[in-house]
């Protein structure tokens, strides 16, 4: 697994070389997405020092949890929430960053053991505007933000956005500023958010000169996915 440790250390230093170059002060996150990933390959990169992990599909991940109880992992769910995976998903993660509209939050409060403490939630926001993309619209967002802060079991931390695939950098760091905008614009209005979560593999310094404080990066780490339907039953990994 010295690839995979190789692979951490070169991202670490790309992130930082990032943030240097930008002059970005945030503190950043690496969120390491380890979907189609096995609980053994985790279980290295967790040996390596990672301890914050994505999951995009509820079966798998909870499976992989259950193999890596002995860590101490902070699992953020990223994928599509269907309303009938919200228990699971409440019970079992530590963070959401797909959260797009209220019924889905409102689930997610109810299901949410009060003994773990509050859900960490980030709402998706769609700015491409594309049909195909989930996220909630730039004017929708204030007002779900708002209904969410009342939610006993939910703490609202920040905004998740999913660009479309830019040819440039300079396209990137468009996309990214738009996010960062509605950002900046929610917390004028006294909504307190603490977390960007934008960045890939492919345009993470981009989003870090835009402001990330959260990265979540695949490819980069793990090397190519195989590819998988995007369902919960055909989530076997490679
Ligand atoms: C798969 C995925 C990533 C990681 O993408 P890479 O290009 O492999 O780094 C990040 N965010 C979300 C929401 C994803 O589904």
């Known amino acids: 697994m010295t690839t995979l440790s190789e692979n951490l250390a070169t991202i670490q230093q790309q992130i930082t070389a990032a943030q240097t170059r930008f002059q970005a002060a945030q503190t950043v996150t690496l969120c390491a997405v380890s979907k189609t990933q096995s609980a053994e390959v985790i279980r290295a990169a967790y040996a390596a020092g990672q301890t914050v992990f994505g999951e995009n599909y509820v079966q798998e991940a909870l499976q992989k949890q259950a193999d890596l109880e002995d860590c101490a992992i902070a699992w953020h769910f990223i994928g599509p929430i269907q309303s009938n995976k919200t228990q699971p998903i409440a019970r079992h993660f530590d963070w959401v960053h797909s959260v797009d509209r209220l019924k889905i939050a409102q689930r997610l409060s109810d299901a949410r053991p ?74 004028a209005q006294g909504l307190q958010l603490d977390t960007l979560s934008i960045g890939m593999s492919n345009d993470f310094a981009a989003a870090i000169a835009e402001g990330a404080t959260l990265v979540r990066i695949g490819t980069a780490i793990f090397g190519a996915r195989v590819r998988v339907t995007p369902s919960d039953s055909a989530t076997k990994g490679p």
């Open 114 to 187: 009060p003994e773990r403490g509050p859900l960490n939630i980030c709402l998706q926001v769609n700015i491409s505007e594309e049909q195909s993309k989930s996220g909630a619209s730039g004017d929708e967002l204030l007002e779900l933000a708002l209904n969410i802060k009342q939610l006993p079991n939910l703490q609202l931390r920040g905004l998740m956005a999913i660009p479309a695939p830019c040819h440039t950098f300079e396209e990137q760091r468009d996309q990214f500023r738009q996010v960062r905008a509605l950002f900046d614009h929610l917390n």
